[in-house]
C-alpha cells in the first residue's frame, strides 16, 4: 500500500487529499480537479496513482450520490417538486395501490417516475402532466 493510500485510509478527508497531488517516485500526481480540466493527464499517469485516483472519485461518487438521494431528487430543468403516489394517483384518477401495480407492470407509467435513489417512488409533474393530456385524447 502507498503512503498516499494508507492516508486515505486513515481517516483523512477527500477535501484534504484532492487538495494536495499525490507523489511519486518521479514527479507530483495531478489532482482530481486537474484530471476533470484535462482528461489526456491521465495517459501520463503511473498505475498506483490510477489506483489512488479512482478509489478518490469512487468514494466521492459515493458520497454525492447519499447527499443527492437524501436531499430529494429535483427536475433537471428545475420544474419543481415531486410527486408522491398519492397525489399522483389523484391526478390520474387511480387509486394509490392501482397506480403501483401499473408502475410495476406498464411501462408507460413507469416513465412517469423519477429514480431519486431510495425505493420511494416519486413522479415527475410534468410527465404526469402530459400522460393525462395524452389520455384525454
Known sequence: ???ASRQ???GMSLANNAAKPLQTG???VPTLDAIVKQPDLVEHLP???CEHLFVQAATLQA???TRIARAGAVPADGSGDLLDAQTAAKLLGLA???LYRKVRRDPAYRAMTVDNGTDR???DPQRVKAFT???MR
Open 1 to 3: 500500500m502507498t503512503d
Open 133 to 135: 393530456k395524452r389520455r
Open 63 to 65: 458520497r454525492l450520490v
Open 26 to 28: 518521479i514527479s507530483p
Open 47 to 49: 498505475l498506483d496513482a
Open 96 to 98: 394509490r395501490d392501482t
Open 8 to 10: 486515505s485510509h486513515s
Open 121 to 123: 417512488i416519486v413522479f
